[in-house]
């Protein structure tokens, strides 16, 4: 990236000041940075203040083999391996340090010039370092994994001061094959380099590495121990809140009733017979076999032949948000289930199976906060529903009276509700 001109520097120092104003404001008044930033840096800070202090030292660092097991492991190694000269000349070329993570925003992969390797060094961008926002604060790395796009984050937007003299770019690295996102490729540097074509960059940087990925990399093992997130199905639906459906990473067009068709023989791996499946779906509306029968076909058609019958069942591994937030439930990990927990599930359905599970999942998350009323989680379920006052009064309580960048939002929202 080329050098910034005096003006360009004195315009991005008054940037820099506007950005540690509104995060010196966040840190000692909670949301009355609100006005100030950007909404995915508020939401991020609001999370990083549940979890770690402004002025951490460094980002915490995995176990070493494990961290060196993952990258041998991982198709970015090799894709990574086929573009290093490409990587590296850019690292040198703007003084920059580029990182490859995992999908679960741990760094697997840096390479810096000179200056901004040394400075890397001090706050742990390294190998085997976690950079999603609750172990070291707001940044690229994790808003890119995050919301899946490529992000920016300029000096004091960053959560934690050791890095705010940092602006990184950061953008999600996909498998081509299955969309899958395997992870993220950032590139950091000084904030007075900061350069519009950042973004571009990195952009350009993802997909050179997606482009050299080798075939193997849509057939992807899962690991044990976490298997129901780390596979790769070739089914992919959301249900919560807004519906989408993916087979091999490309989006389907369907309309509602076959969406919850889909949802149902999803929900049921062991499969269903016509008339089981068809009183999940229409329950005692006066409706034919063969009204259920041409859906079926559609989305037979539609899915390649993976869909038997005798029994109805889906022929190909399947993920559902659904299961996901489910798992997380039943391991007590309420903070990530609220994250995977976009909504109701299909709402204004007319199936009654899928209605009461919709019933009994607002519940659970709902009695999951009550018993462990994580300050994050209680700020994104309220985002979900503002009026459920019981849920955000449990999280002001147990707040106490220790200070904390939540109390205000929640007490915002809170009276809100009340009037």
């Known amino acids: 990236m080329g050098r910034t001109t005096t003006r360009g520097i004195s315009e991005l120092d008054s940037?820099?000041?506007?950005?540690?104003?509104?995060?010196?404001?966040?840190?000692?008044?909670?949301?009355?940075?609100?006005?100030?930033?950007?909404?995915?840096?508020?939401?991020?800070?609001?999370?990083?203040?549940?979890?770690?202090?402004?002025?951490?030292?460094?980002?915490?660092?995995?176990?070493?083999?494990?961290t060196s097991a993952l990258w041998r492991e991982s198709p970015l190694q090799?894709?990574?391996?086929?573009?290093?000269?490409?990587?590296?000349?850019?690292a040198e070329d703007g003084d920059l340090v580029l990182a490859v993570?995992?999908?679960?925003?741990?760094?697997?992969?840096?390479?810096?010039?000179?200056?901004?390797r040394r400075k890397a060094e001090t706050v742990n961008f390294v190998p085997g370092a976690r950079w999603d926002d609750e172990s070291v604060g707001t940044n690229a790395?994790?808003?890119?994994?995050?919301?899946?796009?490529?992000?920016?984050?300029?000096?004091?937007?960053?959560?934690?001061?050791?890095?705010?003299?940092?602006?990184?770019?950061a953008a999600p690295v996909l498998d081509p094959a299955t969309g899958r996102q395997l992870g993220v490729i950032d590139?950091?540097?000084?904030?007075?380099?900061?350069?519009?074509?950042?973004?571009?960059?990195?952009?350009?940087?993802?997909?050179?590495?997606?482009?050299?990925?080798?075939?193997?990399?849509?057939?992807?093992?899962?690991?044990?121990?976490?298997?129901?997130?780390?596979?790769?199905?070739?089914?992919?639906m959301t249900l919560l809140g807004t519906a989408e459906v993916r087979l091999d990473?490309?989006?389907?067009?369907?309309?509602?009733?076959?969406?919850?068709?889909?949802?149902?023989?999803?929900?049921?791996?062991?499969?269903?017979?016509?008339?089981?499946?068809?009183?999940?779906?229409?329950?005692?509306?006066?409706?034919?076999?063969?009204?259920?029968?041409?859906?079926?076909?559609?989305?037979?058609?539609?899915?390649?032949?993976?869909?038997?019958?005798?029994?109805?069942?889906?022929?190909?591994?399947v993920a559902t948000d659904v299961d996901h937030v489910l798992s997380l439930l039943r391991r007590g990990r309420v903070a990530e289930a609220l994250d995977a927990y976009g909504g109701d599930l299909l709402p204004g359905t007319n199936s009654p199976a899928l209605t009461e599970l919709a019933e009994y999942l607002a519940v659970a998350v709902r009695e999951a906060l009550l018993a462990d009323p994580r300050p994050s989680a209680v700020l994104r379920y309220a985002e979900l529903a503002p009026y459920d006052t019981e849920v955000m009064e449990r999280g002001l309580a147990a707040l106490g009276d220790r200070p904390h960048p939540a109390r205000a939002l929640l007490m915002g929202k809170l009276a809100a509700a009340n009037h």
């Open 249 to 317: 990473g490309q989006r389907l067009l369907l309309n509602r009733r076959q969406t919850e068709v889909l949802a149902l023989l999803a929900l049921h791996p062991e499969g269903l017979s016509l008339d089981r499946l068809h009183a999940l779906v229409y329950g005692d509306a006066a409706v034919t076999f063969s009204t259920l029968k041409a859906e079926v076909s559609h989305l037979r058609s539609t899915l390649g032949g993976q869909l038997s019958s005798r029994p109805y069942k889906l022929m190909m591994p």
């Open 101 to 116: 993570t995992d999908a679960d925003t741990r760094i697997l992969w840096t390479y810096g010039g000179r200056v901004m």
């Open 141 to 169: 790395l994790d808003l890119a994994n995050r919301l899946a796009e490529p992000s920016m984050v300029f000096s004091a937007e960053h959560y934690a001061s050791i890095v705010h003299n940092w602006v990184c770019w």
């Open 15 to 66: 940037r820099k000041q506007e950005t540690l104003r509104a995060w010196t404001s966040f840190v000692e008044q909670g949301d009355a940075a609100a006005p100030l930033v950007r909404p995915e840096i508020l939401s991020s800070w609001t999370r990083s203040g549940a979890s770690i202090t402004h002025d951490v030292s460094a980002a915490p660092l995995s176990d070493e083999s494990e």
């Open 187 to 236: 590139l950091s540097t000084t904030w007075d380099r900061t350069h519009p074509i950042g973004l571009a960059t990195a952009r350009v940087m993802a997909r050179l590495i997606e482009t050299a990925l080798p075939h193997s990399a849509h057939q992807p093992t899962a690991h044990a121990t976490d298997a129901d997130e780390t596979a790769d199905p070739g089914l992919v």
């Open 78 to 90: 090799v894709a990574v391996e086929r573009v290093e000269a490409d990587l590296r000349r850019t």
